[in-house]
């Protein structure tokens, strides 16, 4: 090593079975014990959600629900003495025109698809077994079997209570756990008796395919994936934000088209015209483009962009066209019109 003044470094021979001081001073990490808790967590939570997979009856998309038809209940109890305590003084009376007009829609809408009927004092009385009676009925109806393609979901009649709420600035309606509420805001924008029967079809299909539960079921979901994005090192905030994008809002555009499809089928069986349902999103669209001056980000929204529901709409024309046109109920209707 003429080159070199380091001192040459001298070999030492390991024998084969000879084990090194690191190796037995080796212990398990903490980030290790906290792999293996995380891991029995997500094989637990795994388990509970794949036993809570269920299909919706009226279209076969599977879904986690983990929600009890008890507490479903229990919810439909508290919503409903809310919408009247939030409501008091604007609720139309059980005889006004418009409470009569909305009233006649719901019940050839909930009659022809065998939903139930109107409780008596729709409006003011509390929540029996609507749910019970809607979701968890006997199989078997001797007269449901010419029906075309019915809601296996609600064999049994439900009592649903209705009210009008005299606020025009409020151009909305919905349906939850059993109460279908109107809005006299979105009267004006109906129209015709075709696009109202749109209208509340949809909110009527939102409560039978047992939405409401399903958003409540799919929350705990989101906030244990928040969760473990914010142990993998993502701050809880960004965790939020990335499931809300990527499962949130998703899926509640799925809902918005699930009910858009049974909608319009709930108004075809009641002998509606369904192009009133495409109609009604047309207008909104209008609606909405005049307050926003037509600026729109589909993919931030609870709610599909006009365009996209009228197209799918449009596409289920030809079927709801069909259970129409095979509807002796509407067949009959359409003979007395021609006779008068």
Request: charged share 20%.
């Amino acid at each position: 090593r003429p080159f070199s003044s380091t001192r040459p470094h001298q070999a030492r021979y390991v024998r084969f079975n000879e084990t090194s001081q690191s190796s037995r001073d080796w212990r398990p990490s903490t980030w290790d014990r906290q792999s293996r808790i995380l891991g029995g967590v997500g094989l637990v939570a795994v388990t509970y959600y794949v036993y809570h997979l269920e299909q919706v009856p009226e279209t076969g998309r599977w879904r986690f629900m983990d929600i009890s038809p008890g507490a479903e209940r229990k919810l439909a109890e508290q919503t409903h003495a809310q919408l009247l305590q939030e409501y008091r003084g604007k609720i139309l009376p059980p005889n006004h025109p418009l409470t009569l007009q909305v009233k006649k829609i719901v019940t050839r809408l909930l009659e022809a698809s065998d939903l139930g009927h109107i409780k008596a004092d729709a409006g003011t009385g509390t929540f029996g077994e609507v749910l019970q009676d809607l979701w968890h009925s006997p199989s078997g109806s001797p007269d449901m079997a010419s029906a075309p393609s019915p809601p296996t979901s609600a064999r049994n009649p439900a009592e649903w209570n209705v009210m009008v709420v005299n606020d025009p600035k409020i151009v909305n309606a919905m349906a939850t756990f059993g109460s279908i509420v109107v809005f006299t805001g979105i009267l004006p924008i109906c129209q015709d008796e075709n696009v109202l029967a749109a209208v509340l079809g949809h909110e009527i299909a939102h409560a039978v395919a047992r939405h409401p539960s399903e958003s409540l079921s799919y929350g705990k979901v989101l906030f244990l994936i928040s969760y473990l994005l914010e142990l993998a090192g993502l701050s809880f905030g960004f965790g939020q934000i990335l499931t809300s994008l990527v499962l949130q809002l998703p899926n509640s555009r799925t809902h918005e088209l699930e009910a858009d499809k049974l909608g319009l089928f709930y108004s075809a069986r009641a002998c509606y015209d369904p192009r009133g349902a495409p109609e009604l999103q047309s207008r909104l669209s209008n609606l909405e483009k005049h307050k926003k001056g037509g600026f729109d980000l589909g993919f931030l929204s609870t709610h599909p962009t006009s365009e996209v529901r009228i197209k799918a709409l449009e596409r289920l024309l030809p079927d709801a066209d069909s259970i129409r046109a095979s509807s002796e109920r509407c067949s009959g209707m359409e003979e007395a019109l021609g006779a008068f």
